[in-house]
Structure formats: structure tokens, C-alpha cells
């Protein structure tokens, strides 16, 4: 894994690397295949869109204005991407994830009661800033792929009527091959990215050479300075120079996928210095020859080197799109186990890491609505205003709970926390303003996108609540229940067999049941209520597969079994009945011929003032997206039974 600490295996010298560091390595690949694709592309599109003519705010090309941008470049990406990312947000994971979604949780669960409303009000914030990611995670693919296609009209002219069908083909295949897996992809993808980071790197130090002056960019004081005495033109510049950070949330939500030792090393060892590079060769570049501006980062190489640079590129562009779709994964299973959004099918793909998962319908959303993007905006600047929106509000808002969960989970000083909020989120703040200035120009495109996200989540939670609330007392308690059928209340008729009820745990009992014995007057000989629970381990040993329980009654033929599996396993509940012994459920259990109930709520409209009625309709048309339960806990078909009943919403 990598996050084990490296001192506890240390290789001697003359030795091959053992196992495990082998496989750290292989990790950090495997992240470099996936998380950095985002960031690590930045430099293709940023000081070229800086310095873009058709920017409703252009910044003037001069030799002052090129060494305060790429100072900024600079400092954006160490404040927000080194220091707010890496060293610090990524330290509050949930269990190894990450994401603003893993803060929510941490929100909820240390904030004590003195705290509620505060995390109450945070919680919704940090909802709207996952929605925002949402947004990111459709524009980036459609931007990044685009900008590097876009490099064929460096090298012909005439390509430039290709630059759209050539980029729909490419995310059509990625999304296809998302089914394989996060570590598949990231095994393929991860020497591309060396190559990529190697090559710009490299191709950096060339520019560099030809006007070394550029180093002295790396001083802050020529940022600061920019900024003091060019405000006017370098705020707006701002709106452009956030692309450099691009990716940095991906860095975060993905943390889950490769542990945060392994993103740490990547960025330090590798990323960071390709990208600085890269971003001080190309604005020595437009020091020697102000033209170059056009597209500096195709132009810093030889013209014999722009189409295999094409070709990288888009290879890199591709694996930009990666991040933020693995980093979508997280968030929507994220999101789900909080309760924001229904339960979906969600695939594990590794055995190693919990966090590595692929979730088909999210994966087909994005698909259309990358492709929708490509075709409505046909070019990377015109998706560039759209594109610093959703990532300047991600990073205030994660910026923002950072510090909370800081405060209550750590017990960090008061002092501390206003210091370092104070700074970090004056520099954020900053970033968002300078986007503000662009929405009539495609920033509304991420928040109309957050909205629609935001409103769904947060109707999917309000739902819920009304749904559990008026369906557990339905339900009502399952002791109760039982104690009423060991006194003939109601009276039913015992039948031979097996009925197996699932349930969500042992407080309430099954709809289906409560109907079976109320309605039909029916209970069968044995009745197993069967509650499933998906451990944070990839398998579940056999001998701890079950727990049950005779719920107060030894025989009365009714018990309640908690089925536990692994997040790799798919909950199999016949399997797990066969493994149970009749000593332990009141009788031999028939499973081979066991009917299987399932209790289906079936959502009405009701008169009820709940939610707003365009909501309650929301609701209920989200609610079919819900995964298939049989499906799911591997029940025989044509021996499951769904009984319905109906709730008002």
C-alpha cells in the first residue's frame, strides 16, 4: 500500500528492491497514470490563454507582464496545489478517501452537537462544491483532448476541420475502456505520463537556455509586484492563470485510489519540476520572439518534434480526462453512502485499494455530456472561462472545510487556523472574483451545472428523509412484531419452507413480512431476515461471514442474519445461507428452495407540503436509477418475490 511508512522495509545496498517496494513503485506509476493526467497537461493551453487576444480582458504582451505571469503560474500552483493539496488537505483523508465529500463525512462525524448547525450549513457548502467538481469532471476531458487535437493546426493549417470528429473518437474509446479498471488504466497510461513530464521538462530546460533571465520569475517578489502595480491587468489575468491549477482537486479525490504517499511523491519528485519547467521555458520563449505567444508550448520545439509532441499530447490530454472520471467515481459512491444520491451499481476493480472502483451510469453521464460540450463549444478557449470557474469554486470550498475539520477533528489552535484560512483563502477568493468577471463568457456553464447537481443531492437527502421516516413507521419495530406472532397477533398459519426477508438492519421489521402476515396470514416454517453489510476489507473470511441473531425467541423458526462481504465480493446471500448451521436457525434451512422477498417502496405524489412539487417529482424520477436489488445480492429470479407499497412523498 502506499501510505505504510518506507523505513519499515529498507533495501540494502547491492540488493534488488524487495516486494514492497516494488510495489510502491508500481503505485506511484499507476498514480501518475491517473490522477496527474489533469494538472500535468496544463501547460499546453495556460500562457497561451493568459495571453489570448480574443480575452474579453487580454493582458498586453511585454516583457514586465511575461515575467509577473509566469511568477504567479509559479506561486498559484505551490500555494494552492503544494501546500493547500498536498501538504495539508490531503493529511484529512476518511478512511484513506479523499474529496470534498470525505470532508463532508468528517464534518459530520466531529463536530459534536455544540457544532451541528455550523457543519449543517458547511455540509450544504461543501455539497454544492462536489457539484462543482461534477461540472469539472465534464469540461475537462472535452477541453483537454481538444487543446492537444488542437496542436494539428500548428503543424497543418488544413486539420483544422478534423480538430472536433478527431476528439469525440478519442473520448468515446476513453470512456469505453473506463470499464477495465483504474489500475489497468493506470498501468497503460503511467509510462506515457513519464514520457510527457520527461519530454516538457526537457523541452522547458531548452527554452530556458536560450533566455536564462526567466529563472528570476521564481522570486515572488516579481508575482507580488505584478500584481501591486499591474492590478488592473493582472486580476484579470487571473481568470486565465487558474488553469496552471487545474487537476489539483483531482489530486485529492483520487486519493482513494492510490493512498497519499504515492500522490505525494509523484507531484514532488516528478510533476512539479516537469511542469515549473516547462512553463519558465515557454515564457522564455515569448521574451525572445513576442509572436510565439500564439501557442508557446508547440512552438518551444523543433518543427521536425510538433507531431510527435501532437500525439503525445493528446495521449496526456486523454489521461487528464482519467482524473477527474476516476475522481467522479469517488465522489457519486461517496455521495451515495451519505445518502445524497440513490443507491447505484458500483464495481470494484481492485483487491488492493477500496477506493478503486468504476461506476457504469455515472460513467455514461459523463460520456454525453463530454461529448455534448465538444460539439456546442468546437475549441479549448472557448471552454477556458467555463473551466476556471468550476475549479477556483472546488478549491475555496474544500479550502474552507479543510479548516473546520481542522479545528474539530485535530483540535488545531484558533490562532493557527485564522493565520493559515486568512491567507490560503484570500489567495482562493482572489482566483474566484477574477472568474466572476467571466460568466457572461462560459463561467455560467459550471455553476448552471453545480446547480443542477447541487438541487438533485440535495432533494435525493430530503427525500430520503421523508421516505425512512414515514416507511419506519409502516415498518415499526421488528422485536415487537415478533413478539405479537408468538402471540397469534395476527393469527397466520405456519406453511413448510424457507422465506428469506433482506432488510436494512434488526430495528424494523420487513415490509413484505409485516404484509405476508397481515394480509395473507401466512409465515412460513423458518424466516430468516437477512441485512447485508459491506465491510472496508477486499474479502470477508468465511468464518466471519455471519452473525445471527434469534431475536429474543429460540423457537419460533424466526432469525435475523447479518451477511457481511468484502467490498471485492459481490454479496452472494444464498452462498451465505448455505453456510449456516441448523443448530444456528432453528432448523435445517431449505435455500435451494428458499422464496426470496424483497419489501419495494413505490413513490406517489402526495398532498402533504413536504418539498415543493417540482421537487417531489425530482425525487421520484431519481429513485429510478436506483441498482437492481435481486441483481445485486445475486437472488435466484424465479424465486424472489417483491411486494410494493406505497409512501406519499
Same mark, same amino acid.
Given at each position: 500500500?502506499?501510505?505504510?511508512?518506507?523505513?519499515?522495509?529498507?533495501?540494502?545496498?547491492?540488493?534488488a528492491?524487495?516486494?514492497?517496494?516494488?510495489?510502491?513503485?508500481?503505485?506511484?506509476?499507476?498514480?501518475?497514470?491517473?490522477?496527474?493526467?489533469?494538472?500535468?497537461?496544463?501547460?499546453?493551453?495556460?500562457?497561451?490563454?493568459?495571453?489570448?487576444?480574443?480575452?474579453?480582458?487580454?493582458?498586453?504582451?511585454s516583457?514586465?507582464?511575461?515575467?509577473?505571469?509566469?511568477?504567479?503560474?509559479?506561486?498559484s500552483?505551490?500555494?494552492?496545489?503544494?501546500?493547500?493539496?498536498?501538504?495539508?488537505?490531503?493529511?484529512?483523508?476518511?478512511?484513506?478517501?479523499?474529496?470534498?465529500?470525505?470532508?463532508?463525512?468528517?464534518?459530520?462525524?466531529?463536530?459534536?452537537?455544540?457544532?451541528?448547525?455550523?457543519?449543517?450549513?458547511?455540509?450544504?457548502?461543501?455539497?454544492?462544491?462536489?457539484?462543482?467538481?461534477?461540472?469539472?469532471?465534464?469540461?475537462?476531458?472535452?477541453i483537454?483532448?481538444?487543446?492537444?487535437?488542437?496542436?494539428?493546426?500548428?503543424?497543418?493549417? =488544413?486539420?483544422?476541420? @478534423?480538430? *472536433? +470528429?478527431?476528439? $469525440?473518437?478519442?473520448?468515446? %474509446? !476513453?470512456?469505453?475502456?473506463?470499464?477495465?479498471?483504474?489500475?489497468?488504466?493506470?498501468?497503460l497510461?503511467?509510462?506515457?505520463?513519464?514520457?510527457w513530464?520527461?519530454t516538457?521538462?526537457?523541452?522547458?530546460?531548452?527554452?530556458?537556455?536560450?533566455?536564462?533571465?526567466?529563472l528570476k520569475?521564481?522570486?515572488?517578489?516579481?508575482?507580488?509586484?505584478?500584481?501591486?502595480?499591474?492590478?488592473?491587468?493582472?486580476?484579470?489575468?487571473?481568470?486565465?492563470?487558474?488553469?496552471?491549477?487545474?487537476g489539483?482537486e483531482?489530486?485529492?479525490?483520487?486519493?482513494?485510489?492510490?493512498?497519499?504517499?504515492?500522490?505525494?511523491?509523484?507531484?514532488?519528485?516528478?510533476?512539479?519540476?516537469a511542469?515549473?519547467?516547462?512553463?519558465?521555458?515557454?515564457?522564455?520563449?515569448?521574451?525572445?520572439?513576442?509572436?510565439?505567444?500564439? =501557442?508557446?508550448?508547440? @512552438?518551444? *520545439? +523543433?518543427?521536425? $518534434?510538433?507531431?510527435?509532441l %501532437? !500525439?503525445?499530447?493528446?495521449?496526456?490530454?486523454?489521461?487528464?480526462?482519467?482524473?477527474?472520471?476516476?475522481?467522479a467515481?469517488?465522489?457519486?459512491?461517496?455521495?451515495?453512502?451519505?445518502?445524497?444520491l440513490?443507491?447505484?451499481?458500483?464495481?470494484?476493480?481492485?483487491?488492493?485499494?477500496?477506493?478503486?472502483?468504476?461506476?457504469?451510469?455515472?460513467?455514461?453521464?459523463?460520456?454525453?455530456?463530454?461529448?455534448?460540450?465538444?460539439f456546442?463549444?468546437?475549441?479549448?478557449?472557448?471552454?477556458?472561462?467555463?473551466?476556471?470557474?468550476?475549479?477556483?469554486g472546488?478549491?475555496?470550498?474544500m479550502?474552507?472545510?479543510?479548516?473546520?475539520?481542522?479545528?474539530?477533528?485535530?483540535?488545531?489552535?484558533?490562532?493557527?487556523?485564522g493565520?493559515g484560512?486568512?491567507?490560503?483563502?484570500?489567495?482562493?477568493?482572489?482566483?474566484?472574483?477574477?472568474? @466572476?468577471?467571466?460568466?457572461?463568457?462560459?463561467?455560467?456553464?459550471?455553476l !448552471?451545472?453545480?446547480?443542477?447537481?447541487?438541487?438533485?443531492?440535495i432533494?435525493?437527502?430530503?427525500?430520503?428523509?421523508?421516505?425512512?421516516?414515514?416507511?419506519?413507521?409502516?415498518?415499526g419495530?421488528?422485536?415487537?412484531?415478533?413478539?405479537?406472532?408468538?402471540?397469534?397477533?395476527?393469527?397466520?398459519?405456519?406453511?413448510p419452507?424457507?422465506?428469506?426477508?433482506?432488510?436494512?438492519?434488526?430495528?424494523?421489521?420487513?415490509?413484505?413480512?409485516?404484509?405476508?402476515?397481515?394480509?395473507?396470514?401466512?409465515?412460513?416454517?423458518?424466516?430468516?431476515?437477512?441485512?447485508?453489510?459491506?465491510?472496508p476489507?477486499?474479502?470477508?473470511?468465511?468464518?466471519?461471514?455471519?452473525?445471527?441473531?434469534?431475536?429474543?425467541?429460540?423457537?419460533?423458526?424466526?432469525?435475523?442474519?447479518?451477511?457481511?462481504?468484502g467490498?471485492?465480493?459481490?454479496?452472494?446471500?444464498?452462498?451465505?445461507?448455505?453456510?449456516?448451521?441448523?443448530?444456528?436457525?432453528e432448523?435445517?434451512?431449505?435455500?435451494?428452495?428458499?422464496?426470496?422477498?424483497l419489501?419495494?417502496?413505490?413513490?406517489?405524489?402526495?398532498?402533504?407540503?413536504?418539498?415543493?412539487?417540482?421537487?417531489?417529482?425530482?425525487?421520484?424520477?431519481?429513485?429510478f436509477?436506483?441498482?437492481?436489488?435481486?441483481?445485486?445480492?445475486?437472488?435466484?429470479?424465479?424465486?424472489?418475490?417483491?411486494?410494493?407499497?406505497?409512501?406519499?412523498?
Amino acid at each position: 500500500m502506499a501510505d505504510q511508512n518506507p523505513a519499515a522495509d529498507p533495501v540494502a545496498p547491492g540488493h534488488a528492491p524487495s516486494g514492497r517496494e516494488a510495489v510502491r513503485l508500481a503505485v506511484v506509476i499507476g498514480a501518475l497514470g491517473v490522477v496527474f493526467g489533469d494538472i500535468g497537461t496544463s501547460p499546453i493551453y495556460t500562457l497561451q490563454t493568459v495571453f489570448s487576444p480574443s480575452d474579453p480582458h487580454p493582458v498586453p504582451v511585454s516583457t514586465d507582464n511575461v515575467y509577473g505571469v509566469v511568477s504567479l503560474i509559479f506561486w498559484s500552483v505551490m500555494i494552492i496545489v503544494t501546500v493547500t493539496y498536498v501538504l495539508l488537505a490531503m493529511r484529512a483523508d476518511n478512511d484513506g478517501e479523499g474529496g470534498i465529500m470525505a470532508l463532508i463525512t468528517q464534518l459530520r462525524r466531529w463536530s459534536g452537537q455544540r457544532g451541528a448547525r455550523t457543519a449543517l450549513v458547511l455540509s450544504g457548502v461543501g455539497i454544492f462544491g462536489a457539484s462543482l467538481f461534477f461540472g469539472d469532471s465534464m469540461i475537462t476531458p472535452a477541453i483537454s483532448v481538444l487543446s492537444a487535437v488542437e496542436g494539428l493546426k500548428i503543424v497543418q493549417p =488544413s486539420f483544422d476541420e @478534423l480538430v *472536433v +470528429p478527431i476528439t $469525440a473518437v478519442i473520448i468515446v %474509446v !476513453l470512456f469505453l475502456f473506463q470499464r477495465k479498471g483504474t489500475a489497468t488504466v493506470g498501468r497503460l497510461f503511467g509510462p506515457v505520463m513519464i514520457l510527457w513530464f520527461v519530454t516538457i521538462g526537457a523541452f522547458g530546460i531548452g527554452g530556458i537556455a536560450g533566455q536564462p533571465e526567466i529563472l528570476k520569475a521564481l522570486l515572488p517578489t516579481y508575482a507580488l509586484g505584478f500584481l501591486a502595480g499591474h492590478f488592473g491587468i493582472a486580476f484579470f489575468a487571473l481568470a486565465a492563470i487558474v488553469l496552471a491549477v487545474t487537476g489539483a482537486e483531482a489530486l485529492y479525490a483520487d486519493m482513494g485510489h492510490f493512498g497519499r504517499r504515492a500522490i505525494t511523491r509523484g507531484w514532488l519528485f516528478l510533476v512539479l519540476p516537469a511542469c515549473v519547467l516547462s512553463y519558465l521555458g515557454q515564457g522564455a520563449l515569448i521574451l525572445k520572439d513576442q509572436a510565439n505567444v500564439s =501557442s508557446p508550448f508547440f @512552438l518551444l *520545439v +523543433p518543427s521536425w $518534434a510538433r507531431l510527435p509532441l %501532437v !500525439l503525445l499530447a493528446t495521449a496526456a490530454t486523454v489521461i487528464a480526462s482519467q482524473a477527474v472520471i476516476t475522481g467522479a467515481y469517488s465522489v457519486t459512491a461517496q455521495a451515495a453512502r451519505l445518502g445524497y444520491l440513490p443507491r447505484l451499481r458500483i464495481r470494484h476493480t481492485s483487491e488492493s485499494n477500496i477506493g478503486q472502483i468504476y461506476v457504469p451510469w455515472i460513467n455514461w453521464l459523463l460520456l454525453v455530456s463530454v461529448l455534448t460540450l465538444v460539439f456546442a463549444f468546437r475549441s479549448s478557449a472557448a471552454l477556458a472561462y467555463a473551466f476556471g470557474m468550476a475549479v477556483t469554486g472546488t478549491i475555496t470550498i474544500m479550502t474552507l472545510l479543510f479548516f473546520y475539520v481542522a479545528r474539530v477533528k485535530w483540535g488545531t489552535p484558533k490562532w493557527l487556523i485564522g493565520l493559515g484560512a486568512a491567507v490560503l483563502l484570500s489567495v482562493d477568493l482572489l482566483f474566484v472574483a477574477a472568474n @466572476l468577471t467571466k460568466l457572461i463568457h462560459g463561467a455560467w456553464l459550471p455553476l !448552471l451545472i453545480a446547480l443542477t447537481v447541487f438541487t438533485v443531492m440535495i432533494t435525493w437527502q430530503r427525500g430520503r428523509q421523508i421516505v425512512t421516516a414515514e416507511r419506519e413507521q409502516h415498518e415499526g419495530s421488528l422485536r415487537e412484531f415478533i413478539d405479537d406472532l408468538e402471540n397469534d397477533k395476527p393469527v397466520t398459519q405456519r406453511v413448510p419452507g424457507t422465506a428469506v426477508f433482506l432488510n436494512r438492519g434488526k430495528v424494523t421489521a420487513p415490509l413484505a413480512m409485516r404484509a405476508n402476515a397481515e394480509h395473507n396470514h401466512v409465515r412460513h416454517e423458518h424466516v430468516v431476515i437477512v441485512s447485508i453489510e459491506t465491510e472496508p476489507v477486499p474479502r470477508v473470511p468465511e468464518s466471519e461471514r455471519t452473525v445471527v441473531d434469534d431475536l429474543g425467541h429460540a423457537h419460533d423458526g424466526i432469525t435475523h442474519v447479518s451477511a457481511r462481504f468484502g467490498y471485492m465480493e459481490r454479496p452472494d446471500v444464498p452462498a451465505a445461507l448455505r453456510s449456516l448451521e441448523p443448530k444456528e436457525t432453528e432448523g435445517r434451512l431449505q435455500v435451494d428452495d428458499a422464496s426470496y422477498f424483497l419489501s419495494k417502496i413505490e413513490l406517489q405524489l402526495g398532498e402533504a407540503k413536504t418539498m415543493a412539487g417540482w421537487r417531489k417529482r425530482l425525487f421520484i424520477a431519481t429513485s429510478f436509477i436506483t441498482a437492481d436489488a435481486a441483481e445485486q445480492f445475486a437472488l435466484p429470479r424465479d424465486r424472489t418475490v417483491v411486494m410494493g407499497s406505497h409512501i406519499e412523498v
